[in-house]
Nanobody, 115 residues
Framework: QVQLVESGGGWVQPGESLTLSCVASGFTFNNYAMNWFRQTPGKVNRVLVAAIGAAGDNELYADSVKGRFTISRDDARNTLYLQMTNLNPDDTAVYYC???????YGRGTQVIVSS
């Protein structure tokens, strides 16, 4: 059974940082590209924030987070990360881990950026 469990969300003030984690199980993690999506309040669609290839290469970022967010993976721990710096209120969203070809999402972790 494929499972993705996100953690690390919370409330922070503008300019602060957070690191999200996603622990994967039920599939061969290092065979899959992985993604982070987010869904902002009042929106229906989830938007791709960052992606990383199965080999830890081919990083891709949404324009709105380039230079502030970094995606990484630790295949020994079956864990995907998203380091987020210089957060602003527009980053407020539920963040979801996504296993590329499997099409599976986790339950998400809430990030609130507010003063």
């Amino acid at each position: 059974q494929v499972q993705l469990v996100e953690s690390g969300g919370g409330w922070v003030q503008p300019g602060e940082s957070l690191t999200l984690s996603c622990v994967a199980s039920g599939f061969t993690f290092n065979n899959y590209a992985m993604n982070w999506f987010r869904q902002t309040p009042g929106k229906v669609n989830r938007v791709l924030v960052a992606a990383i290839g199965a080999a830890g290469d081919n990083e891709l970022y949404a324009d709105s987070v380039k230079g502030r967010f970094t995606i990484s993976r630790d295949d020994a721990r079956n864990t995907l990360y998203l380091q987020m710096t210089n957060l602003n209120p527009d980053d407020t969203a539920v963040y979801y881990c996504h296993a590329g070809r499997l099409g599976t999402y986790g339950r998400g972790t809430q990030v609130i950026v507010s003063s």
